[in-house]
């Protein structure tokens, strides 16, 4: 009796192990992500920054969300030696799950394209293609929600999150990326 109890729970446990992982979705590799970013012609670079405290608190000010490391990459697509922008590869956890997100700015710095890459929580909760959109070149000021972005029923975590990363990757850029784009 005591065996079987232990087996049932087992099954039971391993059951709720594999239902829990299928609902993980990584729907797109690094490479497919700089292609869907830049397209399949362009030359992608690596733009690593190191933050300094000053660049990092600007950055929290503007995006009002803590950045944790000073450590940033951006991705820069080229074509014919000619910017076409910039992509950042984000990873947050939204409930207790991550969701992974490509975000592409134009070369001037704006948002142009939110691709979920990977998302870990129920199906349910990820933002759909088209409530991204209403971020696109919107100024920083904007992305919020209730103040300019229209919320998600059922997925307000989901929501905040993506914007979260978003103001992070657009502050970042202003901080420490627009000045070297001029020069």
């Known amino acids: 009796m005591r065996k079987q109890r232990l087996l049932n ?20 590799s690094k490479q497919e992500a700089m292609e869907l970013a830049f397209g399949k012609e362009a030359e992608v670079a690596l ?27 951006f991705y820069v697509g080229k074509k014919d030696g000619k910017v076409m922008g910039y992509a950042a590869i984000e990873t947050h956890t939204v409930r207790t799950k991550p969701e992974t997100l490509l975000i592409v700015l134009k070369p001037g710095g704006k948002l ?15 933002p759909p293609a088209r409530w991204f959109v209403q971020l696109f070149d919107k100024p920083i000021e904007d992305l919020r929600l209730g103040g300019g972005v229209e919320g998600i029923t059922g997925a307000t ?16 850029y202003q901080v420490a990326v627009a000045g070297q784009d001029k020069k």
């Open 9 to 28: 729970f087992l099954l039971g446990l391993l059951v709720v192990l594999l239902s829990t992982a299928s609902l993980a979705r990584v729907y797109y």
């Open 47 to 73: 733009l690593p920054l190191f933050l300094t405290e000053a660049q990092r608190k600007a950055a929290e000010r503007l995006a009002r969300v803590k950045i944790d490391s000073s450590l940033f990459t």
């Open 112 to 126: 142009r394209r939110i691709e979920v890459l990977a998302f870990h929580e129920p199906p349910e909760y990820q």
């Open 157 to 172: 975590l989901s929501a905040r999150a993506a914007l979260d990363s978003v103001r992070k990757v657009l502050a970042i």
